[in-house]
C-alpha cells in the first residue's frame, strides 16, 4: 500500500508543483491539502481494510505533494 501510494505521489508530483505555481489560490490550496490528509486519517482509522487504507495512502502522498517547499521566483 505504502508503495502504491509512493509511486502515486511520485508521479504527480510535478504536475501538481506547475499547477500549484499558476494558482492564485495557494492557501486554499494548502488548506484544501490539509482536509485530505484529515479526512484520509480517519479513514485508514475507522475502515483498516486493503482497499480504503490504499486508497487513503494514495491521496495522502498527493496532498503531500502540495506541502513540499518550493523556491520563490
Known sequence: MTTIGGLLGLA?????GAAIDETRAKRGV?????AVLAITAAIIFALPSFWPVA??????????????PRSRP
Open 12 to 16: 504527480v508530483q510535478t504536475p501538481i
Open 55 to 68: 486508497i487513503a495512502n494514495s491521496l495522502m502522498s498527493i496532498a503531500g505533494d502540495v506541502s513540499v
Open 30 to 34: 494548502v488548506v484544501l491539502a490539509l
